[in-house]
């Protein structure tokens, strides 16, 4: 089983719909959560950190439920724009820090 | 320059050839992470350092696969006798800081990955 794990998609939304993304995590020594978004051929970029209470920035809700395991990110009124791969990441406590990466659910935001 | 830099950005390479990535993180970062991301997957961890010292290297897929950070700034990685199955885009991260240190976010900063085509 993979430490990190995603629904892979592809999420194909009409532009102005709600769409939200699930990632479970199995190491409970992980400590910091984010998502990252990963257009076409391009490096990975932060889109948000999740926090225990709750984050929201602009039209991206990101939530932890640590007793369940899993981090969700809400994208409200889709965009164009948003089409993109959306990597669930975790970094883990293991004496050291070590970031694991879920595959990625792709999203695809049509006109 | 204020990014992480990663360099060739695109190397082919014939089977059995050696190579070697390049990455030169974000300075002051100590933590840096190299990864394997394969077409349509996500970044696979490959091994972490913290300044000089490599900390976990469990994520490398055989032996022919080496890295070294050894004064704390700049990291290779070495793959020798590269096969088919090591085409892929090597991405170098850096961490600003480690969760729980100082104030701030966390965040892993990527330099734009070295494609490897191994023919």
């Known amino acids: 089983r993979k430490e990190v794990e995603q629904d892979p998609g592809p999420f194909n939304v009409p532009e102005g719909a709600t769409v939200a993304f699930n990632c479970t995590y199995s190491?409970?020594?992980?400590?910091?959560f984010f998502w990252y978004r990963q257009d076409c051929r391009k490096e990975p970029k932060l889109l948000m950190s999740?926090?225990?209470s709750g984050n929201e920035d602009g039209r991206f809700t990101a939530q932890l439920n640590r007793a369940s395991q899993y981090i969700s990110l809400l994208i409200r009124d889709s965009k164009l724009s948003d089409s993109a791969t959306y990597l669930c990441?975790?970094?883990?406590?293991?004496?050291?820090?070590?970031?694991?990466f879920g595959a990625g659910t792709r999203l695809f935001v049509k006109a | 320059g204020a990014g992480v830099s990663q360099s060739p950005r695109y190397k082919v390479a014939k089977r059995g050839q050696d190579v070697a990535l390049r990455c030169d993180p974000i300075?002051?970062?100590?933590?840096l992470f190299w990864y394997q991301q394969a077409l349509g997957q996500g970044p696979e961890f490959l091994t972490y350092?913290?300044?000089?010292?490599?900390?976990?290297k469990s994520g490398l897929p055989s032996d022919r696969f080496f890295a070294e950070r050894p004064e704390g700034s700049v990291s290779t990685l070495k793959i020798q006798r590269t096969q088919q199955e090591d085409s892929a885009v090597y991405l170098c991260?850096?961490?600003?800081?480690?969760?729980?240190?100082?104030?701030?976010?966390?965040?892993?900063?990527f330099g734009q990955g070295t494609r490897l085509t191994v023919v």
């Open positions: 999740v926090y225990s």
């Open positions: 350092f913290q300044n000089e010292a490599q900390l976990d």
């Open positions: 991260a850096s961490l600003n800081r480690l969760p729980g240190q100082g104030e701030g976010n966390t965040e892993a900063f």
């Open positions: 300075s002051g970062h100590v933590s």
């Open positions: 190491n409970s020594a992980s400590q910091s």
């Open positions: 990441v975790v970094i883990v406590n293991t004496g050291g820090f070590k970031t694991i």
